[in-house]
Structures are given as structure tokens and as C-alpha cells.
């Protein structure tokens, strides 16, 4: 079935780096993209940016711009999201999600299981 | 920079119809999408482009836009749609996602 399962929780240090996966199965990956969410504890959603699943290209929310990157692997059907220089308040849950559509301001059909990613100083 | 505005909260008795507004500048003009988000769960889309259901949300659910108001209207309220929704708009001035800050439905 379509699906998009991602890689375990981290827990890392201020300023350390994370990278979180996003496995996509079960359908053309070309003809959608991934957008990152971001949701802090007991927080609303947050947008982090898009990748389009066939050429690449991204957009990113103005906040992150710098510190985030995101990628894909087209040959394992898997999303990538990178976020540098980490700081207590990065502590949330992200998922990725599927875009219906393959356009960055689609609705969202297919979520991941989302990775909690904890900061400590 | 663009701000869509939900109320923190709804309540509403079993049976009867659910209304959450999601408020932003001549948001009419936009495409809204709105989702659903139970405890400890990851986001469900339940409307999306201002009114189209994706397959397997009940006709309960259904959405309109116009004007500076888009609305999530959810009839014959069950306990099971007791969750918070969010809203969402693709904001063409700056190429980014925006949501709505969410509204948590209680099922009295």
C-alpha cells in the first residue's frame, strides 16, 4: 500500500546535526513531492519546506533557510531532511508527507509515522 | 507576512453540526486544504481545494471558501471526530506552506 515510513527517534546535542529519512513506497515517487512538518510538544503544525520528487527542487520556510537542506534518493524512493546547528527549541516530532499532486501548496494525502528528534544542551 | 486565523476551540454536542473558520486576507482566493490530527497520531487530510473529500472521509465532512473565511463544516458530529484541525493555504507571494494555528474539537 502507499506509504511512507521514517527512521527512528534521535536524540542529539545543541549544535549537533540531524537527518531524518522518509522511505516512500507504493506508488511513482516521481509524480509527487515530500513536504516536512514540523510540530514542537503540544504545538501546531509547522511547515519546513518541499522537495519535488522528480527533478529536486525546493522550497523552504524563511526561518529555516541556512541551517536545513533536503534530498532525495530516487533510487531507493527515499526523502531526506537535514537540519544543522540544532538547538533546544528544534525538540518536535517531524514528519514528512506526500503531496497529492506533485506541487508544494497540494494538500498533504499520505504521512509518515513522524521522528521525534530531542535536543540537549 | 500571510496569517490564517482559527478559533482554539469548538464544542459541540453529539449529532449536531461542527463549524471551524479559518480567517485570512482574502483567503477566497486561495486553495484550502484541512486536516485532522488525533492524539499521539500523524495529521489526516480531510478536505482538500476548499471542498473536495479524499476517498474514505465521510459526506459529513465538507469545506467552502469565499470572501476572508474558508470553513470546515462537519455535520452529524460523532465522539470519533473529537481531534484538532488545522487549515492550510500555499501562499504564491512567498512560495511557502501556511497553517492555520488549529482549532481543538470537543465533543461534549
Known amino acids: 500500500q502507499v506509504q511512507l515510513v521514517q527512521s527512528g527517534a534521535e536524540v542529539k546535542k545543541s549544535g549537533a546535526s540531524v537527518k531524518v529519512s522518509c522511505k516512500a513506497s507504493?506508488?511513482?515517487?516521481?509524480?509527487?513531492?515530500v513536504t516536512w512538518v514540523r510540530q514542537a510538544p503540544g504545538q501546531g503544525l509547522e511547515w519546513m519546506g518541499w522537495i519535488s520528487g522528480s527533478n529536486g527542487n525546493t522550497e523552504f520556510a524563511q526561518k529555516f533557510q541556512g541551517r536545513l537542506s533536503m534530498t532525495t534518493d530516487t533510487s531507493t524512493t527515499t526523502a531526506y531532511m537535514e537540519l544543522r546547528n540544532l538547538r533546544s527549541d528544534d525538540s518536535a516530532i517531524f514528519y514528512c508527507?506526500?503531496?497529492?499532486?506533485?506541487?508544494?501548496?497540494?494538500?498533504?494525502?499520505?504521512w509518515g509515522q513522524g521522528t521525534m528528534v530531542t535536543v540537549s544542551s | 507576512s500571510y496569517v490564517l486565523t482559527q478559533p482554539p476551540s469548538v464544542s459541540v454536542a453529539p449529532g449536531k453540526t461542527a463549524t471551524i473558520t479559518c480567517g485570512g486576507s482574502?483567503?477566497?482566493?486561495?486553495?484550502v486544504h484541512w486536516y485532522r490530527q488525533k492524539p499521539g497520531q500523524a495529521p489526516v487530510l480531510v478536505i482538500h481545494y476548499d471542498s473536495d473529500r479524499p476517498s474514505g472521509i465521510p459526506e459529513r465532512f465538507s469545506g467552502s471558501n469565499s470572501g476572508n473565511t474558508a470553513t470546515l463544516t462537519i455535520s452529524r458530529v460523532e465522539a470519533g471526530d473529537e481531534a484538532d484541525y488545522y487549515c492550510?493555504?500555499?501562499?504564491?507571494?512567498?512560495?511557502?506552506?501556511?497553517f492555520g494555528g488549529g482549532t481543538r474539537l470537543t465533543v461534549l
Open positions: 508527507a506526500r503531496d497529492t499532486g506533485g506541487f508544494a501548496g497540494d494538500g498533504l494525502d499520505i
Open positions: 492550510q493555504v500555499w501562499n504564491s507571494g512567498t512560495d511557502h506552506v501556511i
Open positions: 507504493g506508488y511513482s515517487f516521481s509524480n509527487h513531492g
Open positions: 482574502n483567503i477566497g482566493s486561495k486553495g
